[in-house]
Structure formats: structure tokens, C-alpha cells
């Protein structure tokens, strides 16, 4: 079962040799066993990657992902057809229910919510009022209660914090440490059976990963979370990002979660969300989403 990550970040020739992932960097060669590597950041253009490799990850259900000449992720290649029954799951995918949708996004909302409460709480802070929030969240989150936890939230974790501040280097890592995130959740999205493109709540005709969008939000805190501890307690905004700030953002997936009785990493809690949507949209109940708690 694949359980780890590759962060690429200097002159590197990745190719395949014996199922197995070669890193050949000036002197040195590493191999890793394909079948442990789920996700690949490629964090240099001074990264080569052979057509066979790739071939491979796709075969193997890896995604890589690529940044661009300011270190920001900036795409992600995934496998197709990575499921047994996936024409079925797409098509139960297309027909679900405005208000099946609508109550999948409301426990979505809720938990998000939630982990940003318990993650202000394990940092120091109030987090009385996002808690007063989460039960607020109606069916299909009319009243758009993820925009005032949002208002709640953000002054509270981070000093002098504007979320659209292009500026702010706590916005670099966290846009960085999100994409690491959203492309676990895509991969364990097609593993599904399902296609990403087709959301919930988020409906972007240019967007084709709109249900990661979706399943992605309870995961941001756990991104938020390290941000906060990389930037001194969420005070430092200014500066470039680092090498070893990318390469800790770059292994969140390894980071512990709580998943119904269970403790496990991120990764494995992507898979597993991902999984329990498809059982709710078979039996057309909201209540079997499963999604991960943040350990406080």
C-alpha cells in the first residue's frame, strides 16, 4: 500500500528500474519501491522525468504534481480508470439528487468548521464562537455560515492576516500546503471510481476538479495547522518560502487524523472519505460520509 510522498527540490533524473523509482542526483542514485510512493512533488525545473516513469505512476496510482517558477503548485497528472465499476459509479455520480448534494455539503461545511475550531484550540485560541457555528450549517449552508467561520477564524490563527494577500507568505504556503491536499484527494477521488470534475456544491464549468474542491475543506486545517507553526505562531508574513518549509508542507499527508474509531495519516483519510461518498451516494445518505477530525 502506498504510504509516501517524494519532495524533488534540486537537479534530479527520475526514471524506472525494476518497479522501482531511480533518483539519480549528480553522484548519488536512491530507488524507492513504486508501490509505497503515492504522491510526487516535482518542487524544480531542473527535474527530468522519464516517459516510463510516468507511465508507471499512472499505472501505479501516484500523482505528480508540478510547480511553477514561483514554487506554487501548479498542476497534477492522475491515472484513469482506476476502478472496476467506474462507468456505474460516474453515471450514480451525474444522477445524485439536488438535495442529496445539498446535505453532502452541509456535514462537508460542518467539519471543516469544526476542525478550523479545534485546530484555533490546539494553537492558544478562542475557539468558542467557530464551535457556536457548526451546528448553524444548514442543508446546502444557505446562509453561507463557511464565510462568517472564515471571518471568525482567520484573525484568530494568524496576526495582521489578509486571506488574499498575494504578499503574505503565509498565503504562499498556505496555497502550497492546500494543493499537496487536494491532489491526495483527487487521486483517492478517481481510485473511487469518481469523476472530480463533477462537484457538489462547487458547479465551475472550467474547473475539472470541482468535487476535490468539495472533499478538500475539512482537510484545510490540517494545512493551516503547520503553516501556523512554520511562521512563528502565525506572526512572520514576510519573506520567500523556504526548501524545507515547501518539503514539511509537502508531507502533510503523513500527518494523523482521527477517522471514525482510528487514528491514521491524511493520506489514508482521503481514500477512505473518498470511499464513504460513494457509499452515500449508493444509498442516497448523507449520514455514511465519513470525513477526518482534527486531534486537538
Known amino acids: ?11 534530479t533524473y527520475l526514471s524506472l528500474a525494476d518497479n522501482q523509482i531511480v533518483a539519480k ?21 531542473q527535474v527530468t522525468v522519464s516517459t516510463a516513469l510516468i507511465a508507471a505512476c499512472m499505472d501505479a496510482g501516484v500523482v505528480l504534481i ?29 444522477s445524485l439528487s439536488v438535495p442529496l448534494k445539498k446535505r453532502l455539503w452541509q456535514i462537508l461545511v460542518r467539519m ?4 478550523q475550531a479545534s485546530n484555533l484550540a490546539a494553537c492558544g485560541r478562542d475557539a468558542m464562537a467557530l464551535r457556536a457555528m457548526v451546528h448553524l450549517v444548514g442543508s446546502g449552508d444557505p446562509d453561507n455560515t463557511e464565510a462568517r467561520a472564515a471571518r471568525a477564524y482567520w484573525p484568530r490563527l494568524f496576526i495582521d492576516f489578509i486571506r488574499e494577500d498575494a504578499t503574505d507568505k503565509r498565503n ?7 494543493a499537496i491536499v487536494r491532489s491526495a484527494v483527487a487521486r483517492a477521488l478517481v481510485a ?17 476538479f470541482n468535487l476535490a474542491d468539495d472533499l478538500v475543506e475539512p482537510f484545510r486545517p490540517f494545512v493551516d495547522r503547520q503553516v501556523w507553526a512554520l511562521t512563528a505562531e502565525g506572526t512572520v508574513r514576510n519573506g520567500e518560502t523556504t526548501i524545507e518549509q515547501r518539503r514539511t508542507l509537502a508531507s502533510v499527508l ?7 474509531a482510528e ?9 477512505q472519505a473518498a470511499e464513504s461518498l460513494v457509499r452515500a451516494m449508493q444509498t442516497s445518505s448523507a449520514a455514511l460520509l465519513q470525513v477526518p477530525r482534527m486531534n486537538v
Open 263 to 271: 487514528t491514521v495519516s491524511l493520506l489514508t483519510a482521503t481514500e
Open 192 to 208: 473511487a471510481g469518481l469523476v472530480p470534475a463533477f462537484g457538489l456544491n462547487h458547479a465551475s464549468v472550467t474547473n475539472a
Open 112 to 115: 471543516k468548521i469544526e476542525n
Open 1 to 11: 500500500m502506498a504510504w509516501r510522498g517524494l519532495h524533488i527540490s534540486r537537479r
Open 172 to 178: 504562499a504556503l498556505l496555497n502550497y500546503g492546500y
Open 66 to 94: 508540478t510547480t511553477d517558477k514561483s514554487q506554487t503548485p501548479s498542476g497534477m497528472m492522475l491515472p484513469f480508470h482506476r476502478h472496476h465499476r467506474q462507468a456505474e459509479i460516474a453515471a450514480l455520480q451525474a
Open 25 to 45: 542526483q549528480e553522484e548519488t542514485e536512491a530507488r524507492i519501491p513504486i508501490e509505497d510512493v503515492a504522491w510526487v512533488v516535482l518542487d524544480s525545473p
Open 254 to 260: 503523513t500527518a494523523t487524523a482521527t477517522f471514525g
